[in-house]
C-alpha cells in the first residue's frame, strides 16, 4: 500500500496558473475526490501525476520516492480516462492482457491475471468481443480492468463516468466505490459532479482555478464549507446568500439585508469579525415554510415566486423583496401556488456566516 503526496505544484501555461501550489496528501488506500468546475486544473494535475505533463515546479511522491524524473510507465500509477481509450481491433482479453504482454510478463502469468480481474469485474463473458459490441458500462469495466491488473500503487481516474446514462452512472459509482475498497489501491478520482463526489469520496479536495479551497470528508465540507466558493458548489440546490450589514452589536447582532432586519441573539454567534458587512448562508433544506408563529429562529415574510419539483421533493422560491431564498423543507400538504404570501423561517444553528470581503467563513457557535 502507498501514499500519494502532492507539494506546491504549479503548472503555468503563458501567464496562466493551470495549478497555483497544489498541496494533497492520499493515504494509503484512501479515495480522495479532486472536485471543481471545468477548467479548474483537474486534469492538469492527474496529467502531472501521471507523468503526461512536467509540472512547473512541485514535487510529486508515490510513497517515499520522489517520481518527477521518472517517466509514466516507472511511476506505476494507472490511469482511467474519460473516454476509456479501448484498443478498438483487440478484443477485451487482450485489451485487459495489453499492460502486461508491454512488460513481458509470462503468459500463463497473464492469462491468471486476466482471469481474475474479469472475474473481479463480472466481464467473464465478455472477454472474446470487440469493444464495439460492448455498452458503455461494459467498455468503462474494461478499462477499469486494464488499469487494475497492473497491480499499480495509484489509481487515477478523470471523470470516468461522464460518459454514460444518469441511472448507470449511479451504478457504476457504487461499483467502483465497492472496487476500491476491496483492491485497496490509494485512488485519486476527478469529477466536476458534486454528488459523484460526496457519494464516493473518503476524502473530497475541492479546487478552483488551479487552488485547493478545502480538502476534507464529505460531511466536512457539505457542514462547515471553509469559504461562499464552496458552500455554494457543494449541495443542491445550492446555499442561499445574503448580503448584510452589522447594524447593531449589543445582547446580539442584528443584520440588515436590503431593508430586512434580522435579529440574532448573542448565544449563536461568537465570531470576531471586524467589518460592518458579512454574507449569511442558509441551505434550502434548512429553511421552511412556517404554519405558525412560534418558531424560534429566522422569520421572514415573502411570495413564492417560483416551484419546480426534484424527483420526491419540491424546490419552492420565495421572494422576500430584492432576494429570493430556495427552500426545500416543504411540508408535502403544503399547496405552493405562485404570489401566496408566506412566512419562512430557519433555525439560528443553521446560518453560515462568511466574511463580506473575502467569502472566507467566520467562525461562530451553532447551538
Ligand atoms: N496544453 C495546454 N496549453 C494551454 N492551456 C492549457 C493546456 N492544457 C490545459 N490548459 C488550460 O489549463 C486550465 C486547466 O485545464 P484542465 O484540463 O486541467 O481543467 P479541468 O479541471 O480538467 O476541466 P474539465 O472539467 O473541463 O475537464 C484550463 O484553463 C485549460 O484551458
Ligand atoms: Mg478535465
Excluded at 25 to 33: C, H, P, T, Y
Amino acid at each position: 500500500m502507498t501514499s500519494l503526496r502532492i507539494e506546491g505544484l504549479t503548472k503555468r501555461y503563458g501567464n496562466m496558473n493551470a495549478l497555483d501550489e497544489f498541496s494533497l496528501k492520499v493515504d494509503s488506500g484512501q479515495f480522495m475526490v479532486l472536485l471543481g468546475p471545468s477548467g479548474c486544473g483537474k486534469t492538469t494535475a492527474v496529467r502531472c501525476i501521471a507523468g503526461l505533463v512536467n509540472p512547473t515546479s512541485g514535487q510529486i511522491y508515490i510513497g517515499d520516492q520522489m517520481v518527477n524524473h521518472l517517466p509514466p510507465k516507472d511511476r506505476d500509477v494507472a490511469m482511467v480516462f474519460q473516454n476509456y481509450a479501448l484498443y478498438p481491433h483487440m478484443i477485451v482479453y487482450n485489451n485487459i492482457a495489453f499492460p502486461l504482454k508491454m512488460r513481458k510478463v509470462a503468459k500463463n502469468k497473464i492469462d491468471d491475471k486476466v482471469r481474475n480481474v474479469a472475474n473481479l469485474l463480472e466481464i467473464e463473458n465478455l472477454l472474446d468481443r470487440k469493444p464495439k459490441e460492448l455498452s458503455g458500462g461494459q467498455m468503462q469495466r474494461v478499462a477499469l480492468g486494464r488499469a487494475l491488473v497492473r497491480e499499480p500503487k495509484v489509481f487515477l481516474m478523470d471523470e470516468p463516468l461522464s460518459n454514460l446514462d444518469a441511472k448507470l452512472r449511479t451504478y457504476m459509482r457504487a461499483e467502483i466505490k465497492k472496487l476500491q475498497k476491496k483492491v485497496g489501491i490509494t485512488t485519486l478520482y476527478i469529477t466536476h459532479d458534486q454528488i459523484e463526489a460526496m457519494s464516493m469520496a473518503d476524502q473530497v479536495a475541492i479546487m478552483k482555478s488551479g487552488l485547493i479551497q478545502q480538502i476534507g470528508t464529505p460531511g466536512e465540507v457539505y457542514q462547515e464549507p471553509a469559504n461562499t466558493f464552496v458552500a455554494d458548489f457543494v449541495g443542491s440546490p445550492s446555499m442561499n446568500f445574503l448580503k448584510c450589514n452589522i447594524i447593531e452589536k449589543n445582547s446580539g447582532i442584528t443584520l440588515e439585508s436590503n431593508n430586512i432586519h434580522l435579529q440574532i441573539p448573542q448565544t449563536s454567534w461568537t465570531f470576531e469579525h471586524s467589518s460592518d458587512n458579512l454574507i449569511l448562508g442558509i441551505r434550502p433544506r434548512d429553511v421552511t415554510i412556517l404554519k405558525n408563529d412560534d418558531f424560534i429562529g429566522i422569520k421572514i415574510k415573502g411570495k413564492i415566486s417560483f416551484t419546480e419539483l426534484l424527483g420526491d421533493d419540491s424546490l419552492v422560491e420565495v421572494d422576500i423583496g430584492v432576494d429570493s431564498i430556495r427552500v426545500t423543507n416543504i411540508d408535502p400538504d403544503f399547496d405552493p401556488s405562485i404570489e401566496k404570501e408566506v412566512m419562512i423561517g430557519f433555525p439560528y444553528s443553521k446560518i453560515h456566516y462568511f466574511a463580506a470581503e473575502t467569502g472566507k467563513r467566520l467562525m461562530h457557535k451553532t447551538n
